[in-house]
């Protein structure tokens, strides 16, 4: 490998795929893309839930009066639908809630989230059932609706995980062709573009699908229990209290990121064969003149 070989344009790449792969682990790791605060309904009552969630956990804080109590939340899925929970046994939390007579928002974390022993045996021997059916739409009451489906949130999820891996080949295919000069296409320049367009269009795909998942569910209905759950004599609401957090827009800065190692790219093959263009016109050209010089 001689210096006429490294392509400095190409280089810029290797940092930023790196840089990328880094924004998208944060992302994961930080569990900021919704962030958001639900207060009761009809108020009164002094109380709220802070909440910040990601794809697969969170963490909630709730003040009631002078009592806080903070958990960790984990994704859980049933029937299609999906909440974030913060029991230890979360497959018997959503069966609860998506039961006939589940608990209330009061009954439900003290159960489920503080009385971890007999919520993981799944031990409702406390539990007093007066035959009311609390998610019952025939009186507009329904838990499900203020969860979120799981088709498009495993889409967001395959998405991301396809873009991490197409990033790290990026990189790896970047280290490549900085230093050399591949004969095949697909391992050569063009095949960079192929890689790094694919991987901002994922990005890319990530950010809308899950913007549209929060415009349409979670923007209104925070997944968390103390939500979803109903009770006695007041509701909590996150109604105009949630927002995309700081780690949905490291994933849009992926992709843009993307979009310059492209320009860069792009940029490098464009220098690279305007010389030989311009040798191949200025040939015509002599070509044409000789041709026009020897009829007179």
């Known amino acids: 490998m001689g210096c006429k070989s490294f392509k400095p344009e190409v280089f810029y790449t290797i940092p930023i795929c790196g840089l990328v792969f880094g924004l998208v682990c944060a992302s994961l790791i930080t569990n900021h893309w919704v962030e958001g605060v639900a207060k009761f309904e009809e108020g009164g009552e002094d109380g709220r839930v802070t909440f910040y969630y990601g794809l697969f956990s969170g963490y909630k804080s709730k003040v009631v009066s002078s009592l806080t109590l903070g958990h960790a939340l984990g994704v859980v899925c049933l029937h299609g639908q999906c909440m974030f929970s913060c029991a230890d ?28 022993e007999k919520s993981s045996k799944g031990d409702k021997t406390d539990k007093v059932c007066d035959g009311t059916t609390y998610n019952s739409t025939e009186i507009g009451r329904d838990e499900s609706e203020r969860m979120f489906g799981v088709g ?125 263009r311009r040798i191949t016109e200025v040939s015509a050209e002599q070509k044409r003149s000789d041709h026009t010089n020897m009829l007179f």
């Open 152 to 276: 498009l949130f495993a889409t967001v999820g395959m998405f991301l995980i396809l873009g991490l891996i197409f990033t790290l080949l990026s990189g790896l295919l970047g280290v490549f062709n900085a230093f050399s000069n591949p004969i095949e296409w697909y391992t050569g320049l063009y095949g960079l573009v192929v890689l790094h367009s694919i991987s901002a269009c994922l990005y890319f795909l990530v950010s809308a699908l899950y913007g549209g998942l929060f415009d349409q569910q979670l923007k209104n209905n925070a997944p968390i229990s103390d939500v979803i759950r109903f009770g006695d004599k007041n509701n909590w609401s996150s109604n105009k209290g949630s927002s995309l957090g700081y780690s949905y827009w490291l994933i849009l800065c992926s992709f843009f990121l993307h979009v310059v190692a492209l320009a860069l790219v792009g940029y490098f093959i464009y220098k690279k064969y305007k010389p030989k």
């Open 89 to 116: 046994s979360k497959k018997l939390d959503i069966e609860d809630i998506l039961g006939d007579c589940p608990y209330t928002n009061v009954e439900g974390d003290l159960f489920f989230c503080e009385n971890s």
